[in-house]
DNA sequence: CTGAAAGCGCTAACAG
DNA sequence: CTGTTAGCGCTTTCAG
C-alpha cells in the first residue's frame, strides 16, 4: 500500500500538516509526552503510521545532544586476538540488551594508534553517548582517555592498577578457587598452577583464586610457572614445571589454551591424564571440548557480560549511578568423554 | 545536576572568532576547500590546534545528509551462528578498511524480528550512508529491504536467486573445484561430496564446483548427501554415504565442520584417513588443524572480504558504481601432521 | 493543553 | 577569496 516517495523521508512538519496539528504537538505525541490531548495524540499517531514517519536521528540528535549510540572499543594489540569467539559472545550480548532500547552499537578495534585516534575522534565529535571498553592491558593508553572525557566508560573486566568507577566483570578469583578445589577434592594434593601474564588483571585474579584455595586447604601454592594464555606459552610451562617439580600430580591453567598445551606436554612424558596427573583449565572455550580427554574448567557468562555492561551503560547514560557488577563463573566437569574425532 | 560535560566543546564559532576569520571561512579551512588564502588557512588551522576542534557530527551530518557510518547487519537466526571466528575476521577487515577514513562502523545483529526491525529504522531515520549485508539465505526479509531502500547496499556473498547489484564473493565454486581435483589428483576415482544446505548460495556454488571437476575429469558425480554445514550433520551425512556407496574413496565435504564429523565416523568404521579415503574440507577454520588428520581444505580470505565490501561501500557512498568482486580461494594442503594434543 | 519562535552546530548558496 | 544569509529537522522554552 505504501506508494513511498522512496527519496524523500517524511519530516516531522508533514506529519504535523496531516495530522492538522502543530509542529510542537506532533513532537510531543511522538515523543509520549503526556501534555497531548487523547485526539491529537491520535491524529499524529495516525498521520506518522500512514506517511511511515521516523524521526531523523542527526537532527534529534543536535536539538537534543543525545546520539542514541554506544561504542565497544575493544583493545587489542595484535590482529589475531579479536578473531575469537569471545568477542564474538560479547556482541552477541551487547546487541540482544539494545534490541529493546533506541540504541545503536558501534564496533572500535582500538588497538592500532590509528584505531585509538578514532576512538578519540569519535569522543570529541560526539558521535556516541558512551563507551564500553574492552581487554585493557595494564597503561593502556584508552585508560588515559576514558578517564579525560566526560563520556560515560564502562569497563569490561578491571584494568590492572585502579578500579575504574564503573565496570563489570567475571569472577576469576572465585572461579580459579572453584577451580582448584575441584582438583584438591578430587584428591590430588601437589598442584601446581600456570598463570597467564601477571600484567592482566585476569591473570592476577585467577593466581589469586588458586592461593585462596590452596591456603583454605593446608597445601603449599609454590609450584607456579607464567605463561601468556597461548597453547605454546602453555606447553612450554609445563615443560617447566615438570623439570622444577617432577613430583606434582595437578595442575590448574589459567586458560583452555594453556591447559590444552599442558595436555601436550604431559601425554609427551608418559604422564596419564587424569590418572597421574589431574589438570583444570578456565574459560570453557570450544577447544576445552576438544582435546583429549576433555577438559574440565571454569564456565564463565560471556554473552551475560556484554549484556550487563551495555545495562549498566545505558543507566548511567540515562543519570543513574550504579555500581560495579561481579558474574559468577561456574565449573564444568568433563573428564573421560570421548570426542567425535579423536578417538 | 546533569551529566553534561565540564566544558563545553568548542564550536566552528570559537574557532573561527579566535582565528579572526568568519565561520564560512573557517568551515571551508577545516574541510579542505580550495578557496581560501593561505594565512586564514594557517590562522585557522593553529585555532583548531589549541582550541582542540572536532567538528559535532551531528550537526554535520544533519547539513549534508550524510552520517559517516556505514553498518554491517549480520542476518543469522540461532544465537550460535555468529559466535564464530568468521564474523571476527569479517569485522576486522572492516575495521581496517574504515581505519584511513572519518566512517565509523554500526553492527546490527539482524537474525531476529527485532535486529530486522531495528535495522530498518536505521535505515530510514537515515542514521548509516550505506549497509553490508552478509550471510543472507534463500529468502531472507533483508533482501527486500535492500531492494526497497535507496541506501546502497553491498551483499557478502551472493544471496540465491537473483545477482545483487553490489556484491563481493568468495569463489566458491572454485574452491571447490580445486578440492576436488586435489582428490582427483590424489589418485582417488570413486569422491563423493557431503554439501551444505542448497537453499544457501555458498552450498550451492560448492557443489557445482565439484560436479565441474567431476566432468572434467569424467568421473561419476553421483555420490552425494546433503547436510547443514555442522559437524553432527557432517557425520549423519558420512554415515549415510558410507551405507549407500561403500564403495567410495574419498569425500569433498563442503565446510571444515562437516569434514571434521565424517572423519570422526570413517574412523569409527575403520576407514583409515587418507589412505582408504581421502578427504577435503572446505573454509581452513581453526578446527581443520585440531582433527587428525589435520585436514587439508580450501582457505577463503575472509579478512579481505570485509575489506573489499567497505571499500566497495564507501566507493559507492561516494557516486562510484563499481563491478561485482570474486575473491580467490586457495588449496591448504595438511595430510598426517600430527596435532598437539592428539598424539 | 497548544502554538509560535528560538535555537542545536554546521554547510552551502549567494552576493560582495 | 570573503562574509552574510538561510536553512538541515528536531526539541524546547515561553507565552497564550
Not at 40 to 56: H, S
Amino acid at each position: 500500500m505504501d506508494t513511498a516517495p522512496s527519496h524523500r523521508l517524511p519530516t516531522l512538519d508533514e506529519v504535523a500538516e496531516r495530522a492538522g496539528v502543530s509542529r510542537s504537538v506532533a513532537s510531543r505525541a511522538i515523543n509520549n509526552e503526556i501534555n497531548v490531548s487523547p485526539a491529537k495524540r491520535d491524529a499524529v499517531q495516525r498521520a506518522v503510521e500512514e506517511l511511515g514517519y521516523v524521526p531523523n536521528r542527526s537532527a534529534r540528535a543536535l536539538a537534543t545532544n543525545r546520539v542514541g549510540a554506544v561504542v565497544l572499543a575493544v583493545s587489542t594489540s595484535h590482529p589475531g586476538a579479536f578473531a575469537d569467539a569471545f568477542f564474538a559472545q560479547i556482541i552477541y550480548g551487547i546487541s540482544s540488551a539494545l534490541e529493546r532500547t533506541d540504541f545503536t552499537l558501534t564496533l572500535v578495534l582500538a588497538g592500532s594508534p590509528e584505531g585509538s585516534a578514532k576512538l578519540k575522534r569519535i569522543v570529541r565529535s560526539r558521535r556516541a553517548d558512551g563507551i564500553m571498553l574492552m581487554n585493557l592491558h595494564g597503561g593502556d593508553p584508552l585508560a588515559k582517555l576514558a578517564e579525560q572525557t566526560a563520556m560515560p566508560v564502562v569497563f569490561g573486566g578491571r584494568p590492572l592498577g585502579g578500579e575504574p568507577r564503573w565496570y563489570v566483570d567475571v569472577d576469576n578469583r572465585g572461579g580459579a578457587r572453584l577451580a582448584t578445589e575441584h582438583l584438591v577434592d578430587g584428591g590430588y594434593r601437589r598442584i601446581a598452577t600456570i598463570t597467564g601474564p601477571l600484567s592482566l588483571d585476569v591473570a592476577e585474579a585467577r593466581y589469586c583464586g588458586f592461593r585462596d584455595a590452596m591456603a583454605v586447604a593446608g597445601l603449599s601454592p609454590d609450584r607456579v610457572e607464567h605463561a601468556d594464555f597461548t597453547e605454546a606459552g602453555g606447553a612450554a610451562a609445563m615443560t617447566r614445571l615438570l623439570r622444577a617439580h617432577p613430583d606434582l600430580d595437578a595442575v590448574f591453567a589459567a586458560s583452555d589454551n594453556m591447559a590444552a598445551g599442558a595436555l601436550g606436554v604431559l601425554r609427551a612424558h608418559g604422564r596419564a591424564v587424569p590418572d597421574d596427573v589431574g589438570v583444570v583449565g578456565f574459560d570453557d572455550l570450544r577447544i576445552a571440548q576438544l582435546t583429549y580427554p576433555q577438559l574440565t574448567t571454569i564456565h564463565q557468562p560471556v554473552q551475560a557480560l556484554g549484556e550487563e555492561m551495555t545495562r549498566m551503560l545505558l543507566a548511567i547514560v540515562d543519570g543513574a549511578r550504579p555500581t560495579p557488577l561481579l558474574l559468577p563463573t561456574r565449573l564444568v566437569v568433563r573428564g573421560r568423554v570421548i570426542s567425535t574425532w579423536c578417538t
